[in-house]
């Protein structure tokens, strides 16, 4: 296959004859011939049947949920985009939108560098020509072809545009959602609400949808449209391609063959998060936002007028023996604490730990904490108290304010409970604290969870004996709930707190 292959590449680049004869009906050879300088690596088996997707005109829509840096959008949105005007299927208007007007220019820009600089494309089907159109955002008009490309961005308007006669025949929507739209469901709703009432109807019954991105959200349009195929109610086709297949193998073999590159790769990813979510294409649900982002209140400096207020200061640790790489972290998390009642507030410390530590280095860790931060006393210290932990807690009361804690109900129930505070805005944070509110935002999503339990177990041991004097753990929380944003969180947090109420 490899020879037939190098044998069709030989011919091609000789005899201009044979090569649009092959390029013409063919992305697939298209894109390996005039988009060479993008192959640095051997096109993966996925990659290959995007090309073969793009060919099969029977498929009315395709949604493509691919790692970040697949080469989904140079496949589809940049060469399928030029090949469906300059190949067979010799389209006339093809629409591309992005999630921005900025994003929207992006693509057409990644289009227009080809039309400029791919000397070998330009000599072989050109000539290319820019104008600007009369919606007043840039496009591309190829004369030779009587054909346009444009881009718009969601939410403008696209009602009735049109290329002298022809509609849109392709319409190529390109990462559309954020992490940031997918979190409301008013935001949601609104996306999906203008691509089937505006977008769609620009097209003809020939027009072909391709719709590329993350599934970010179970509920987004993403997953929507999904459904909706799944369930016969719309025509089309969906491929997911994430990092790894079913056996833990990359999905791209040239460009990972080893866990050398496979781990450069993973140290460029900010957080676990953007892991999961870009390349391993998990996908958030209601249930994960436990803590919502906008109730992070951040802080510089604790206000000088809180020295006032100062009641003390509290560690929280959440033990875990062993060493091993693959067992859990020993977390503890420290924060002074401000006021009573209503004018209580709690400052998270910008130092925290989170990692394996031997039972004494546990306990000396601790002791340092509790020293280093007291404000003149010994800081508290609380441990979580389940079988062997208990020893911990035993120990540093010898000399230290420390004492065990049983936990009560899950790991999530106990953070659906310490969100309370979270949401009423009465819990700080530092800025350095991205990998605890990572945990306590992105809740089950995380594979480690040790900062967000060593968290909850403090707000609950702070609140339970200042916030809520007169009421159960359950009425309190379901009152927060109420007040705060009583459509944010779903009827399964009050049946957590219920349940965390009753053990």
């Known amino acids: 296959m490899n020879e037939t292959h190098d044998r069709i590449i030989d011919l ?10 092959i390029v013409v009906p063919s992305h697939y050879w298209f894109f390996h011939f005039y988009f060479h300088k993008y192959l640095q690596y051997r096109t993966a088996d996925f990659q290959k049947e995007m090309l073969y997707l793009t ?8 949604l493509v949920a691919g790692f970040r840096g697949s080469s989904k959008s140079t496949i589809i949105t940049t060469s399928y985009a030029i090949w469906s005007i300059l190949g067979r299927p010799q389209k006339k208007f093809v629409l591309i939108v992005g999630q921005t007007a900025e994003k929207a220019q992006e693509h057409l820009g990644n289009i227009k560098r080809q039309f400029e600089e791919n000397t070998l494309l330009r000599q072989d089907l050109g000539p290319f020509k820019e104008e600007r159109n009369r919606w007043g955002a840039e496009s591309l008009i190829l004369p030779r072809y009587g054909a346009r490309i444009a881009a718009r961005s969601v939410g403008q308007r696209v009602r009735g545009i049109r290329h002298n006669e022809h509609r849109p025949d392709i319409i190529i929507l390109d990462d559309i959602e954020s992490i940031e739209s997918v979190r409301s469901k008013d935001t949601r709703d609104k996306i999906e609400e203008w691509v089937t009432n505006d977008l769609f109807p620009t097209g003809d019954l020939g027009t072909r949808f391709f719709l590329l991105g993350t599934p970010l959200h179970s509920d987004s349009f993403f997953m929507r449209l999904k459904t909706a195929i799944d369930e016969g109610r ?8 994430q990092f790894f297949d079913g056996n833990g193998v990359p999905l791209w073999p040239g460009k990972f063959a080893s866990q050398e590159a496979v781990d450069t790769l993973r140290k460029t990813i900010p957080n676990e998060i953007a892991w999961r979510l870009e390349f391993l294409l998990e996908t958030m649900s209601e249930d994960i936002q436990i803590v919502h982002p906008d109730w992070i209140q951040y802080y510089d400096s604790a206000p000088k007028e809180l020295d006032a207020k100062y009641r003390y200061t509290i560690i929280s640790i959440d033990p875990a023996v062993s060493k091993d790489d693959a067992a859990a972290c020993t977390a503890m998390v420290a924060a002074h604490v401000y006021g009573h009642g209503e004018d209580m507030s709690i400052y998270i410390l910008p130092t925290m730990i989170n990692e394996h530590l031997s039972y004494v280095e546990m306990k000396e860790r601790a002791m340092l904490l509790s020293r280093t931060f007291g404000r003149g006393s010994l800081a508290k210290i609380i441990v979580e108290y389940v079988g062997a932990q208990s020893y911990l807690a035993q120990d540093l009361a010898v000399g230290y304010p420390a004492r065990g804690v049983k ?8 953070l659906i409970v310490a969100a309370g505070p979270v949401q009423a805005k009465k819990v700080f944070f530092p800025h350095t604290t991205q990998p605890l509110i990572d945990q306590i935002v992105w809740f089950d999503q995380m594979e480690r969870k040790d900062l967000a339990d060593a968290f909850s177990q403090l707000i609950i041991e702070v609140t339970n004996g200042s916030q809520m004097p007169s009421m159960g753990m359950y009425e309190f929380m379901k009152e927060q709930y109420e007040t705060h944003t009583k459509n944010q969180l779903s009827p399964g947090s009050l049946a957590g707190w219920k349940r965390m109420a009753e053990s």
């Open 12 to 21: 091609m680049i000789k005899n201009r004859t044979a090569r649009l004869a």
């Open 55 to 62: 060919e099969d005109d029977s498929i009315k829509s395709l």
């Open 234 to 241: 719309f025509a089309g086709m969906f491929r997911k391609y």
């Open 407 to 414: 936990p009560r109900g899950s790991k999530k129930d106990r």
